[in-house]
Structure formats: structure tokens, C-alpha cells
């Protein structure tokens, strides 16, 4: 009996001892990538098995590499005992390509996979490294299924940035966060930082961004498609949802060509931002920025903003804006179409759509100080509930828009000729409410063209069209 009783105490107490030991091992320090890194050496085909690896410090993979991971298990970690090396800009990236180069070259760019990946990179001071993902000099890069977080504390760091020479490039469904806070960083960049940017070759094109998520706190955009020094062209931003949060950027997603007129080289042009979600818990200058300010000597082409839904409110009442273009002589083709833009909040945003462009079959919903203002071109939208402000203001052709419960369905009072033809406006039941509002500002002197315009006024006095004394002589 006493024997009985020794063996399942023995039993017992090695089962005790295997498990404290699987739970040692589960729970030991992270895996060293190295043996990975041995894997790599040779290209092709490498599997990461599931586990947390430490990354000392950056992987080139060569051409020809698929790298694979289990999603979530699979995790490859950066932070700040990462050893960068002495500054080359594939240096400052995590993971980059072997072939990596500033000039593209067909005989030595890489052709990459990666998926099922997670990176995570956390960042307490600004040494480690400044990007997980940077490529230059690619024929095809293909980057599936994959995670890519930042998280600075203050300290700021970009996810993915298709650094120059970027060609044959698809993202698609991974998961972008950039949880910063800091003042700088970008989630995606597209580019083309080139030595010769004038040189067509080295252009950044063909790249497709679809079906991720993104989510952003922290400045810097969470998409950036941009010339930099070189060429950029048909990119398609498509089906993404991104949400801000936390510290917002000043501008969620842009196009634009160069900044500070640095180099007369750059150019964007074919950029489509096709049918993403975007949601913002507050909005600081733009969700859409196309073009730069302070850029007027580089080349800005063909840009189109379609279907997208786009949900953002404001904490207090500013000149911010949901779509923003920026007028410039060397920007041609700027399309807005078939968008819903809603304020969800209480506060009136600045403007629903501003600046250059065509603008046609939008639905803008809620309070703007005006929904859309001094584009070139304003058909067919649909603009509601914009109780406190203006539906359209001073935009040059005006016809075929539906106009419901606005303050005032359009006001023109800056220098110009206006044609307002075949509106459909229905008033808002407010004593102030206006139909057309035509008015000289310190001699500006508006000359508007007003015809076939259908104004309800819901059964209350309200003034269909009000114009000014002194500029009656300028309505036609």
C-alpha cells in the first residue's frame, strides 16, 4: 500500500515538474531572430514560426524572398536595444530590401513577399529606428495579411514608406497603427525621394493600398502620396478604413507634388482615393488635402476623390475642412465625386469641400460654416441640414444641386461672374433663411447669373433671393 501511495506521488510530482517547464518556456525572454536571419541570407521561400523575436537590427531581404508568419502569432519585435547602423536611409528602417537604392535599376531591384507578419515597434526614445517598413528600388513588392504597429510615447515613427523607386507595389487587408502621439510620423508613405528625380525611370508607380485598416494618433498623415524629388504615378488608395484619434493630424490623407518649391522635378499624378471609411473624432485642418501651399513650381495631375464615407465632428467651432484643395496654375484635373460627408457632431465645421476642382454628386450632411466653397464646379450634389450656415458659396457654376433645410442656399459676394441654374432649394424654416444671396463685399461686386431655380419656402415668409441694393445692377 505505502508503494502504491510513493508511485502516484511520484507520478504526481513529475507531471508538476513537465509543466512548470512548458510554462518556463512559454514564458522565457523573447526568441532571437537570428536563426531566421540565417534563413534570409539564401532568399527565397522563409517561414517565421509563432513566437515573439527580438530584431537587432534591420533585415534586408533579398529578391526573390517570401517572408511568412502566422498572423498575431508570428510577431517580430523592434525596440530600443535595435542597433541601427551609421545613416544611410536603409538604415533607418527595420525591415528594408537588399537591392535598396535611391535610382531605380531594373537588373537589381527586388521582386518581395511578406505575409502573415506582425510587426511591432516600440519606440521610448528616438534612436532605434524610424520606420518598420522601407522600400526603394522594387519591380514588385507584395505585403498581405501583415500588422505593422508603432507606439512612441511622444516619440514619433512612421509604419510603411515606399521610400523611391517603388514599382508593381500591393498592401492589402493589414492593419496599420500609429499610436504615437507625437508631432511627426506617417503611417504610408508613397514616394519617390530620388537623387535624379527628372529621370522618368525612377519613378514610384503602379502601387494599390486597399482593404487595410488604419488607425492614427499622432501628426503626419495616415496615407501621404507625394512626389518628394521625383515621380509618382497611378496610385489607387481604395477600400481602407482609417480612423484618427488622440492627437489628430493636421491632414488624414493627401496628394500632393512638392513642398517649398525644393525641387521643379516632382510630380503626382493618377491618384485615386476610391470608396474608404474614414471616422475622426475631431479634425484639425483636413481629412483630403490635395496639393501644398507652398508649392508652385512642381506638376499636380489627375487626382480623383470618390465614394468614400467620411464621418468627423469638431471640439470647437474653426476654418477646418473635410475636403481640401489647394488653387494652383499647375494643377490640373482635381475631381470630387460621389462622396458622404457628414458632420456627426453639434459644432460647425469650417467647410464641407474647399478650393479647386470639380465637384459633383456628393451628399454633405449637417453644419458647416459652408458645405461647398470656391470650387470651379458644382453639380448634382446633395447638401442637408446645414442649418447654421451656407450650402454653396461663391463658386462659378452652380446648377442641378439639391438644396435642404440650409440657413442659406447660396451666397456669392466675392469678385466674379456666378451662374446659378436649375437648383432645387428648400428652405430652412428659420426667419434668417435665404434662398440666393447675392452681396458686395468692400466693392467686390459680384456679377451672378441666376436662371430655372426652384425655391421652396414651406408655407412660411422667408426671402427667396436677396440682393443688395448697390449690386442689383450686376444680377442678370
Not at 521561400?45 to 524572398?65: E, H
Not at 503626419?220 to 477600400?239: L, P
Request: aromatic share 8%; net charge negative.
Amino acid at each position: 500500500m505505502p508503494y502504491k501511495w510513493l508511485g502516484l506521488t511520484l507520478c504526481i510530482a513529475l507531471l508538476y515538474v513537465g509543466l512548470m517547464m512548458a510554462k518556463g518556456a512559454k514564458e522565457s525572454p523573447m526568441e532571437s531572430f537570428s536563426s531566421i536571419r540565417r534563413q534570409l541570407a539564401s532568399g527565397g521561400y522563409v517561414f517565421v514560426p509563432p513566437g515573439d523575436y527580438t530584431l537587432a537590427r534591420t533585415i534586408r531581404l533579398k529578391s526573390g524572398t517570401v517572408l511568412e508568419g502566422r498572423r498575431g502569432c508570428s510577431r517580430i519585435i523592434i525596440d530600443d536595444t535595435f542597433q541601427k547602423g551609421p545613416y544611410y536611409p536603409e538604415n533607418e528602417f527595420a525591415v528594408s530590401n537588399a537591392g535598396f537604392s535611391q535610382e531605380y535599376d531594373s537588373a537589381t531591384a527586388d521582386d518581395i513577399t511578406i505575409r502573415g507578419l506582425t510587426f511591432v515597434l516600440t519606440k521610448k526614445n528616438k534612436d532605434p529606428i524610424w520606420c518598420l517598413l522601407g522600400m526603394a528600388n522594387i519591380k514588385k513588392l507584395v505585403v498581405e495579411d501583415c500588422d505593422f504597429i508603432v507606439q512612441g510615447q511622444g516619440i514619433g515613427g512612421s509604419n510603411i514608406d515606399l521610400y523611391a523607386g517603388c514599382k508593381n507595389v500591393r498592401i492589402t487587408n493589414c492593419y496599420i497603427k500609429n499610436d504615437t502621439g507625437a508631432p511627426y510620423g506617417a503611417a504610408v508613405m508613397v514616394r519617390s525621394l530620388n537623387i535624379d528625380g527628372a529621370n522618368p525611370h525612377n519613378a514610384t508607380e503602379q502601387v494599390v493600398l486597399a482593404h487595410n485598416i488604419i488607425e492614427k494618433n499622432g501628426n503626419d498623415e495616415a496615407i501621404a502620396v507625394w512626389g518628394c524629388t521625383g515621380r509618382v504615378k497611378d496610385v489607387v488608395v481604395q477600400n481602407n478604413s482609417i480612423k484618427t484619434y488622440g492627437r489628430v493630424p493636421d491632414v488624414v490623407l493627401s496628394a500632393f507634388a512638392g513642398e517649398f518649391n525644393d525641387c521643379s522635378a516632382a510630380q503626382t499624378n493618377n491618384v485615386v482615393f476610391d470608396g474608404n471609411t474614414v471616422t475622426a473624432d475631431d479634425l484639425r485642418y483636413a481629412i483630403f488635402q490635395v496639393g501644398q501651399d507652398t508649392d508652385t513650381i512642381s506638376r499636380l495631375d489627375d487626382v480623383t476623390i470618390s465614394n468614400n464615407k467620411i464621418d468627423v465632428k469638431v471640439a470647437a467651432s474653426d476654418r477646418s475642412t473635410v475636403i481640401r484643395t489647394i488653387g494652383q496654375d499647375n494643377y490640373t484635373n482635381i475631381k470630387i465625386t460621389d462622396n458622404e460627408i457628414t458632420n456627426t457632431g453639434r459644432v460647425p465645421i469650417g467647410y464641407g469641400v474647399l478650393g479647386q476642382g470639380l465637384v459633383t454628386d456628393n451628399v454633405i450632411n449637417g453644419l458647416f460654416e459652408a458645405s461647398i466653397a470656391c470650387v470651379d464646379t458644382c453639380h448634382n450634389n446633395t447638401i442637408n441640414d446645414n442649418t447654421t450656415g451656407t450650402a454653396i458659396e461663391n463658386v462659378a457654376h452652380i446648377r442641378a444641386n439639391v438644396i435642404n433645410n440650409c440657413l442659406v442656399g447660396v451666397k456669392c459676394f466675392v469678385t466674379g461672374v456666378f451662374n446659378v441654374a436649375e437648383n432645387s432649394i428648400n428652405m430652412a424654416d428659420h426667419g434668417d433663411s435665404m434662398g440666393i444671396m447675392a452681396i458686395d463685399i468692400a466693392g467686390s461686386r459680384p456679377v451672378v447669373y441666376i436662371s430655372g431655380n426652384e425655391i421652396n419656402t414651406g408655407g412660411h415668409y422667408h426671402a427667396k433671393i436677396l440682393i443688395k441694393e448697390e449690386i442689383t445692377n450686376w444680377i442678370k
